[in-house]
């Protein structure tokens, strides 16, 4: 999957890291092959044969660079890039990772309650099993997104969320390419394949395919073909008649990842509120009904 979740936000700082070391290297006047540290026909090939992992856009990012001698900033452009995502990753992770301590938590001590035969309902264990079994489906799906041509009824709740999960790598993508002189529907068909669900990037494809066919402004094909929101086709389609897709490219990215941590932190909240109280519940039932048990004549 080409998108926010993969690799790892260590993997991403290594990347970035490595980058930027060959980046000052070139700034310092040393040459190419010595500044990467491998011989190889192209810049590329030169630093996957030191080891580092270059999705597509990076390979045509830093081809781009190299014929126009720019490869310094696209390098450091890069960087940026993957540290971006990585930090994105742990926005993830920060929000999410408490709610899901306290549902696993709530879920083992009502295991142990039951097992134990220490009284008490089923009704709190099926509860949280409930929860557990959601939020796996969830994850599962999310993992297979690249696959998903339609998002599920009970997703509707996080449409936002999820198409800017999918729209921050094809913004990201084309403005990096764009930046590095990749002519638009060239950069366009590129970057759709970063988008990491199967509806968004299928939607940027037929954006493409219009663009291709009618050869109007990438905003108009963008709006037509529903592919990201309003909000963001309109700032693109306005920035490109004015002549500074660029900029509009980059405040669009800005924009969209200011979003998403937000929604994300609503998200998280939201359904972490319900774990903490669906929690508080399953062990209150289960206290109530210990007691319960050990009155006269029950």
């Known amino acids: 999957m080409g998108g926010v979740i993969l690799p790892s936000p260590h993997s991403r700082e290594k990347r970035a890291i490595r980058y930027e070391d060959v980046a000052s290297a ?49 390098l450091r452009d890069r960087a940026t890039h993957e540290r971006s995502i990585a930090s994105l990753q742990r926005a993830i992770v920060a929000r999410l990772a408490y709610p899901l301590f306290v549902l696993v938590c709530a879920a083992a001590l009502t ?22 079994v959601v939020t796996t489906g969830f994850a599962w799906m999310l993992h297979r997104a690249h696959r998903v041509v339609r998002l599920p009824t009970f997703l509707a709740p996080f449409r936002g969320v999820l198409r800017d999960y ?25 970057a759709a394949t970063a988008a990491p669900i199967g509806v968004t990037r299928a939607a940027l494809l ?8 009618t050869r109007d402004t990438l905003g108009r094909a963008l709006e037509e073909s529903g592919a990201l929101d309003r909000e963001t086709s309109d700032l693109l389609a306005k920035a490109e008649l004015a ?6 490219l980059r405040r669009a990215l800005e924009r969209r990842r200011q979003t998403f941590e937000r929604r994300l932190t609503f998200h998280a909240r939201a359904f972490g509120g319900t774990v903490y109280s669906v929690a508080v519940f399953a062990c209150a039932w289960q206290i109530v009904s210990f007691y319960e048990n050990l009155l006269p004549g029950r």
């Open 166 to 190: 999918a729209t921050i790598p094809y913004l990201d993508a084309m403005y990096a390419q764009y930046r590095a002189g990749i002519p638009i529907l060239e950069a366009h068909s590129l």
């Open 206 to 213: 037929d954006a493409g395919q219009r663009l291709e066919r």
């Open 243 to 248: 002549g500074d897709l660029e900029d509009g």
């Open 26 to 74: 070139l700034d310092a006047g040393i040459p190419l092959e010595a500044a990467v540290g491998h011989p190889g026909p192209t810049l590329c090939e030169a630093l996957a044969a030191t080891g580092v992992a270059l999705t597509h856009v990076d390979r045509a990012v830093l081809a781009a660079a190299e014929r126009s001698g720019d490869v310094s900033r696209a």
């Open 111 to 132: 295991w142990f309650l039951r097992t134990r035969s220490l009284g008490g309902s089923d009704l709190p264990w099926i509860a949280l099993l409930g929860i557990v």
